[in-house]
């Protein structure tokens, strides 16, 4: 189970660029097409982004969450640094909350906190309780400005 | 044409959007999309050893595929927030035995406005929306709040 002296713990910023053919990459796969010929071309075309009014080539509305998985040595990193039990790992719950935009080129920084950490259910249920930890991040772009919140949700079986 | 604050009231529904079957073959390609390589989406062996029958998709690609499903129906930029709760898993569909495994795999998005309100000077909808697979099990449930002109 998750370790409970984690509580607060800010985990170190991590850097990264945003790159163009990874938004691409991404839209194609939620959009569970083949190539990128089939998705809206604002993923992947700067005239037709600026066209839709958008200032560069944004990413899609869950594109955030890939930021934990290529910085810091992705769910690993998370999952040591909490003492979470990889096979018992659930995602229980999402949120973002989008206070500016992320383009292609953007270098992005990531802080994340534990912002929670908790039991649900009762014990003495076998299979019944589960650990809760709340992640939350911040988002901010080369300008220092916040573009995006996240909070996500894990809990262990 | 953008929908507008005025076209839309309280009750009523965004478009249905049904995704195409989902197979293991899109589980790793959101997994190098998204650089979630939990052996819990493509690992056979990983999965045996932790007593489950079969992969199952990650929450995050029912998701993006929720979230597809709500930027073909307004701008993503007027997106202000996004909320899913992960209800139930979602087994891909067997290349072998389609007719049994489509409909455990197939992701149908709905939604309904709940709310219009102004707020920070614009005029925000909320929504809820659940995704459900073709057998009608619950995949996720949430909300999204846009700001529309």
């Not at chain 2, 072998?96 to 149908?108: K, L, V």
């Not at chain 2, 709940?114 to 073709?134: L, P, Q, S, W």
Request: hydrophobic share 40%; net charge negative.
């Amino acid at each position: 189970m998750a370790d409970r002296s984690k509580l607060g713990m800010e985990f170190p910023a991590y850097t990264m660029t945003v790159e163009e053919s990874k938004i691409a990459e991404f839209a194609v796969a939620v959009g569970l097409k083949d190539d990128k010929a089939q998705i809206d071309p604002i993923y992947y075309d700067e005239e037709a982004a600026k066209k839709a009014g958008y200032q560069g080539i944004p990413v899609p509305p869950t594109f955030m969450t890939s930021f934990f998985f290529w910085t810091g040595e992705g769910l690993m990193g998370i999952v040591k640094a909490l003492g979470i039990d990889l096979s018992k790992l659930l995602h229980s719950e999402e949120e973002y909350e989008y206070l500016g935009n992320i383009y292609a080129g953007d270098i992005i920084t990531r802080k994340m906190k534990v912002v929670e950490m908790f039991e649900r259910g009762k014990r003495d249920r076998i299979g019944r309780f589960v650990d809760v930890t709340v992640l939350e991040t911040e988002i901010i772009n080369q300008r220092g400005e916040l573009v995006a919140k996240v909070r996500s949700t894990m809990m262990e079986r | 044409m953008a929908i507008t604050y005025d076209d839309v009231k309280i009750g009523d529904t965004i478009p249905t959007y049904t995704s195409a079957p989902i197979t293991r073959t899109h589980l790793v390609r959101y997994a190098g999309a998204s650089g979630d390589f939990n052996p819990l989406h493509h690992d056979e062996s990983f999965i045996k050893m932790i007593g489950m029958d079969n992969v199952i998709a990650h929450g995050m690609l029912i998701m993006g595929i929720t979230g597809e499903a709500i930027t073909s129906w307004i701008d993503q930029r007027n997106l202000r927030s996004f909320n899913a709760r992960f209800l139930s898993m979602t087994e891909p569909a067997d290349l072998n035995d389609m007719e049994h495994t489509t409909g455990r795999a197939t992701i149908t998005i709905s939604g309904k406005i709940v709310k219009k309100y102004e707020e920070n000077g614009e005029k925000r909808i909320k929504c809820d929306i659940v995704a459900k697979d073709a057998l009608g099990s619950r995949k996720l449930a949430g909300f999204f709040i846009a700001a529309l002109p």
